[in-house]
């Protein structure tokens, strides 16, 4: 597709279980970001992946959060023995970093994680 | 460090009379500045950007912003309502130190009645 997609649409777990997200960046894209969207916190930076580079991690919340990207495209975010307060949306963002002044970020449609 | 503040959670309007949701940048140099739409249960949306071209931004949808470096400011407006901007819309402005990872305001639900 065009955009950032986003799997699953929205996550029901229970406590202490781990989850999985998916991110599929615009193709081409080098830089993916993931953000959490959540009613007490706001929007706010997750992680930062750039091509090759060791990714940017100094918006984890916790250790129990952590991200991959296998081959410089498809992202997942895992979060390990879920609480509920890990209870929010999980968007994911790509840009083409450099080639667009400034640079742009594109959003998924995330993914809303519910933890019972 | 770069931070933005909206100054209204929530903002009410008639369908066809102007909007105006209000939005003040700390940066300690020129920012890059974006306003993002957020529909119900959809992704977010760009709006505009600013890119120090101009100060003066149109953006989709008829809205725009101006850039106000006296004022700190980076207002969006449109002059005429309609029912599908209800939507939640974010300021924002990018880390420039710091991979260019977003900063975003605290959100401005727009509401427009008929």
């Known amino acids: 597709g065009a955009g950032v997609s986003q799997s699953p649409s929205n996550k029901v777990t229970e406590k202490g279980k781990d989850v999985e997200l998916r991110c599929d960046p615009i193709?081409?894209?080098?830089?993916l970001y993931w953000y959490r969207q959540s009613l007490g916190q706001g929007l706010e930076f997750l992680i930062y992946?750039?091509?090759?580079?060791?990714?940017?991690k100094s918006g984890l919340p916790s250790d129990r959060f952590s991200a991959e990207r296998t081959g410089g495209s498809v992202s997942t975010l895992t979060i390990q023995r879920t609480q509920q307060e890990d209870s929010a949306v999980y968007l994911c963002?790509?840009?083409?970093?450099?080639?667009?002044?400034?640079?742009?970020?594109?959003f998924g449609a995330g993914t809303r994680l519910s933890v019972l | 460090a770069q931070s933005v503040t909206q100054l209204d959670s929530h903002v009410s309007v008639s369908e066809g009379t102007p909007v105006l949701l209000r939005c003040n940048y700390s940066?300690?140099?020129?920012?890059?500045l974006f306003w993002y739409v957020q529909h119900p249960n959809k992704g977010l949306q760009l709006l505009l950007k600013?890119?120090?071209?101009?100060?003066l931004v149109k953006g989709i949808n008829g809205f725009e912003a101006e850039f106000k470096k006296s004022e700190t400011s980076f207002h969006l407006t449109k002059p005429s309502a309609h029912m599908s901007d209800a939507a939640e819309y974010f300021c924002?402005?990018?880390?420039?130190?710091?991979?260019?990872?977003?900063?975003f305001g605290t959100g401005t639900r727009l509401q427009v009645f008929p």
């Open positions: 963002a790509s840009s083409s970093y450099g080639q667009e002044i400034p640079n742009i970020q594109y």
């Open positions: 193709s081409g894209h080098t830089a």
């Open positions: 992946f750039q091509g090759n580079s060791a990714p940017d």
């Open positions: 940066s300690s140099y020129s920012p890059s």
């Open positions: 600013y890119t120090s071209a101009a100060t």
């Open positions: 924002v402005v990018s880390d420039l130190d710091n991979t260019d990872k977003l900063i």
